[in-house]
């Protein structure tokens, strides 16, 4: 069974940082795209950032600029680096990844998703 469990939300004051992570456990022979979105109420969620297993980034324009996805292939993890947090950032962040268990077709798996909460 696999799992995406993801860490880091909070509560930060406008102008602050957050770190998210998430992580994929279980039966993983490999993990493509991961990504992080996000949804408000009553909103369709949204991708925040995404990253190939080789590296490259896609980012929201909402993101440019403040946000930073990375990830870490042997720990099968994925970061979200987020700098200068505004109160329109307020939003639960969902981890995202593309995941094969067999080696052979991959699946799309979410994370159960972790607040994030700006003060202004």
């Known amino acids: 069974q696999v799992q995406l469990v993801e860490s880091g939300g909070g509560l930060v004051q406008a102008g602050g940082s957050r770190r998210l992570s998430c992580v994929a456990s279980g039966r993983i022979i490999s993990i493509g795209t991961m990504g992080w979105y996000r949804q408000a109420p009553g909103k369709q969620r949204e991708l925040v950032a995404s990253?190939?297993?080789?590296?490259?980034?896609t980012y929201a324009d909402s993101a440019k600029g403040r946000f930073t996805i990375s990830r870490d292939n042997a720990k099968n993890t994925v970061y979200l680096q987020m700098n200068s947090l505004k109160p329109e950032d307020t939003n639960i962040y969902y981890c995202n990844a593309d995941i094969s268990e067999t080696g052979l077709r991959f699946r799309g798996y979410w994370g159960q998703g972790t607040q994030v909460t700006v003060s202004s």
């Open positions: 990253i190939t297993r080789p590296g490259r980034t």
